[in-house]
């Protein structure tokens, strides 16, 4: 059994298949990419893993336990943290706050705990804090921690949102097109950070578009095009792969 | 003995509900064009009856109502040109709140001129004591015009949705506010127009019920939940199944007596809002992929 | 200038007994009745503060919780059980201390509950109908949400108006005083005006320490990630769900027990208290007071309840804050709910400056 075990998923909107029979596995300490052109369903099956969709038929399993079906927010107490294609900050709430909250998990002070703020409170709040900048430090963005998140550039926020998402210490992190919108060189800079972040004992997950990063940090490529698990392979593997070339440059006319 | 009273209950409760089916489908007209809810829709109503017996004091009844609707008319136009137009992509929550607002200042200010006494309008023929007995159910005629009035609003506004080019024009606006004015709709006219035809409609209702119903300056707030209700209950922007909708909460409102007393009447037409609002917020009628098209 | 959570409570404590001495300077003692409403009145308004401006969600309903818990209280202190006294359950309720023997207005012995106990009964049913109604409601989103509140505000109005038994359009008075602890009576007699005015004003007081610290804690970071994204909030394990439902109750108790004390203090309630005009009043206070701003929110309470009680508004009461609505709702771009009076105030100063310096 898998770290993250996908069994024959599916999920239909309306009149739309986005996701079918699609079955993978992802090993402790890996990373995986998940690429397909636009539509292959990338996200909805992000969304599917994370709970924020349950799925018409098949299982995923994290860590032994079932986890289709739960809502996020008991998938992200079991370890699994995930980021956004689109970013999803709390845009009014300033940086160090925003990766605070992403230690929700590991924390536990309640409403009467916050209102009547114990010295076992106040204890848990320093060190989420001191956590939270050590977690910005990692991610080298420990200099904006009092700034509005909402006040730091596109790429900023980006890493803002991985810190958040790593705050809890998970176990498994997916990452929904962490290079989308950056230029090169901040592309770069989030390819290193994956790395690290791997290197760290996190297993990742990631859906991208830029195949420069895919190739060159992932361990195992899934190829998914129209809903439908074309290849499961080693980067070299899936690049030679013709199905994969088929799927992404078109039927040659000859 | 037990059959009559079943038919004056229907038709007291036919009655109200055609008022209720005036003001949900003010709403829907509003919300097909603009996709606000105004909540003032029931001051219109409120308005409109009010200003009525104020014309009557020195004009005959019939230019009274049409003073009043006129006038009523003028104030819904102030409404949209003072507080809407110059909003830029507000959000329906914004606007709810802003039309609550608009709807207390409206209320305090009938408050003060008109004072807390419920006025009503002469009975359009006879009194409230003539009735004519359709086999055997006495019927009010008042009732009657208000039927007849409503029934007549609902169709000229769906023959002037339909065939007419200002009303093609209107659901262009509705379906796609930026398609349309790229093929020369004057969106902006077209929203005015929205206000300015709810407000009409509302004050001509609330003239048609008054003597029935007595009007007070109070009296909006309720009937802009009810309506709200009623345009919810049959899928907002659905005017047809507004009409359906208000005769359901109008006779079930009007047969609630036999279980519970009359004073809890108004809590009835809001239960049956929140589990609207929980079950099928898309209301009887409509179904979640449609009610995005909103049409008359 | 940002004070500490500390410094602001220590503003706040002597800026409360100062008032009172100033009044007794001036010889203007009567003040201190309209005062102490304004303090009952504004922990409605604080409470309501949490729940739209921190957890972001929009109640149009809550004079239905204050309601709630001062009928509640007022009947269950003014209806004369003596008529029943040979039945089980009052005999009962007797053994239980739960009743007692008071002599009325009219210098007759009327059996009631006791005042502590209706208190209790009056908090707990509103949780009870905080968390029935909020789980359903809660799920809504924007207007739906809003008009679901609306609804629920219009329901207590209508059940209190159409009660016979609740004093139908002429609410319930003769409320008697209610004891909290032997030495600190709620009443509204002249003799007890400074204690009230110092209880009214401690419960505040308490609130907002309460409050204050809740804000800044884990849970209020919980709330203010609902209010920003609540997917992400979600995504990182919080139960939005919960979250709200418990900022949605806290925020009921808080207009109830604002409701019990009231009643008592002034010895009577009626159906006014939960009409729409008053939640609107109170939405408009916390938008005025910048939204997510619990001193904010407070002050503005403070300022405009008193006014109100005054009557400097007079006829025109409910109309000024209906006024106070649209104007905040037109110019705050993002909706109620990200209002932020400072943010507007500031955007305003930058374009007078941007016109000047473009001359």
Not at chain 1, 21 to 48: C, Q, Y
Not at chain 3, 145 to 162: E, H, K, N, Q
Not at chain 3, 223 to 251: P, Q, W
Request: with cysteine; glycine share 10%; net charge neutral.
């Amino acid at each position: 059994m898998s770290f993250l075990q996908v069994d024959n998923i599916s999920k239909r909107f309306g009149g739309l298949q986005a996701v079918k029979d699609v079955s993978f596995g992802v090993e402790r300490g890996m990373i995986k990419a998940v690429i397909g052109p636009n539509g292959a369903g990338k996200t909805t099956l992000f969304n599917l893993i994370s709970g924020f969709l349950t799925p018409d038929g098949g299982a995923i399993t994290f860590v032994g336990k079932a986890t289709h079906g739960l809502p996020p927010y008991q998938i992200a107490a079991l370890g699994l943290s995930r980021t956004f294609q689109h970013i999803k900050i709390f845009p009014r709430m300033t940086v160090i706050e925003n990766v605070m909250v992403g230690r929700h998990v590991r924390s536990h002070a309640g409403f009467v705990a916050g209102m009547l703020n114990l010295p076992r409170t106040w204890l848990e709040e320093k060190e989420m804090r001191v956590w939270a900048l050590g977690v910005m430090e990692f991610l080298g963005i420990a200099s904006f921690a009092e700034m509005e998140a909402a006040s730091l550039s596109y790429g900023q926020q980006r890493i803002v949102e991985l810190a958040r998402a790593l705050s809890g210490e998970p176990t498994m992190l997916l990452l929904d097109e962490p290079a989308a919108g950056l230029n090169m060189r901040e592309t770069k800079n989030i390819a290193t950070l994956i790395s690290k972040i791997r290197d760290k004992g996190v297993t990742v997950l990631i859906v991208e578009h830029d195949m420069s990063l895919v190739m060159n940090i992932s361990d195992e490529v899934l190829v998914l095009s129209y809903g439908e698990k074309i290849a499961d392979a080693t980067p070299g593997s899936v690049q030679k792969n013709p199905d994969v070339i088929r799927v992404y440059l078109g039927e040659d006319d000859a | 003995m037990f059959v009559e009273l079943f038919f004056q209950y229907l038709v007291a409760g036919l009655t109200y509900g055609i008022i209720y089916a005036v003001v949900g489908i003010g709403f829907n007209i509003i919300y097909n064009t603009t996709g606000i809810i105004n909540f003032a829709q029931g001051e219109f109503v409120m308005l409109g009856g009010m200003m009525a017996v104020t014309l009557f004091g020195f004009m005959p009844l019939p230019a009274a109502i049409v003073g009043a609707v006129l006038i009523t008319m003028l104030v819904g136009a102030l409404i949209e040109v003072v507080f809407i137009r110059w909003l830029v992509n507000p959000s329906v929550l914004r606007m709810i709140i802003i039309t609550i607002g608009i709807s207390i200042l409206i209320r305090e200010a009938a408050l003060f001129f008109w004072g807390e006494g419920v006025r009503s309008l002469p009975y359009f023929t006879g009194n409230e004591i003539s009735s004519l007995d359709i086999s055997g159910v006495h019927v009010s005629p008042q009732a009657l015009w208000s039927l007849g009035t409503c029934g007549i609003i609902v169709v000229l506004l769906n023959i002037f949705f339909k065939f007419t080019m200002l009303g093609r024009q209107m659901r262009a606006c509705a379906s796609n506010r930026e398609a349309a004015a790229l093929c020369g709709v004057p969106t902006r006219n077209m929203v005015t127009l929205s206000f300015v035809l709810s407000a009409g409609i509302g004050a001509l209702g609330g003239c048609v019920v008054s003597p029935i119903t007595y009007t007070q300056y109070n009296i909006g707030t309720g009937l802009a939940i009810k309506g709200f209700t009623v345009a919810v209950l049959g899928g907002l922007g659905n005017s047809m199944a507004a009409v359906a909708a208000g005769f359901v909460l109008g006779v079930v409102e009007s047969f609630s007596i036999w279980v519970m007393p009359a004073a809890y009447k108004d809590a009835i037409a809001i239960s049956i809002l929140l589990v609207m609002l929980f079950v099928r917020p898309s209301g009887l009628f409509g179904n979640k992929e449609t009610s995005r098209l909103k049409e008359f | 200038m940002r004070l500490s959570r500390v410094s602001s409570i220590f503003i706040f404590v002597v800026t409360v007994i100062a008032a009172q001495i100033l009044t007794m300077a001036t010889g203007t003692v009567f003040l201190l009745t309209q005062l102490t409403m304004t303090a009952y009145y504004s922990l409605i308004v604080i409470g309501l503060c949490l729940l739209m401006g921190f957890a972001g969600q929009i109640s149009l309903g809550h004079a239905g919780f204050f309601a709630i818990g001062g009928y509640t209280s007022a009947f269950l202190t003014t209806f004369d059980l003596m008529p029943h006294r040979e039945k089980a359950f009052v005999a009962l309720l007797a053994k239980l201390h739960m009743i007692h023997a008071r002599p009325d207005l009219y210098g007759g012995v009327v059996l009631t509950v006791h005042p502590v106990v209706a208190c209790l009964v009056a908090v707990v049913l509103t949780c009870v109908v905080a968390y029935a109604i909020g789980i359903p409601v809660l799920k809504l989103k924007g207007h739906y949400l809003a008009m679901a509140t609306l609804g629920f505000g219009t329901i207590i109005y209508s059940i209190v108006l159409g009660t016979q038994c609740l004093g139908a359009a002429d609410g319930i008075s003769s409320v008697p005083p209610f004891q909290i602890v032997p030495g600190l009576l709620v009443s509204g007699i002249p003799e007890a005006r400074i204690q009230n005015y110092y209880i009214a004003w401690g419960l505040v007081a308490v609130s907002m320490v309460l409050l204050v610290n809740l804000i800044s804690s884990r849970v209020g970071r919980a709330l203010r990630s609902i209010h920003g994204d609540e997917d992400a909030a979600n995504a990182m394990g919080v139960n939005t769900a919960r979250y709200k439902l418990n900022a949605f109750v806290l925020s009921a108790v808080l207009a109830a027990v604002a409701g019990i004390f009231v009643t008592h203090f002034n010895g009577g309630i009626g159906p006014s208290e939960a009409s729409i005009v008053k939640s609107v009043r109170y939405v408009a206070i916390v938008a005025i007071g910048g939204m997510a701003n619990l001193w904010g929110s407070l002050m503005m309470s403070s300022v405009l309840n008193f006014l109100s009680l005054r009557g400097y508004f007079g006829a025109l009461d409910d109309a000024v804050f209906g006024a106070i609505l649209i104007i905040v709702m037109l110019f705050s771009p993002e909706g109620i709910l990200s209002f932020n009076i400072l943010q507007v105030l500031k955007e305003l100063v930058d374009k007078g400056r941007r016109s000047k310096e473009a001359h």
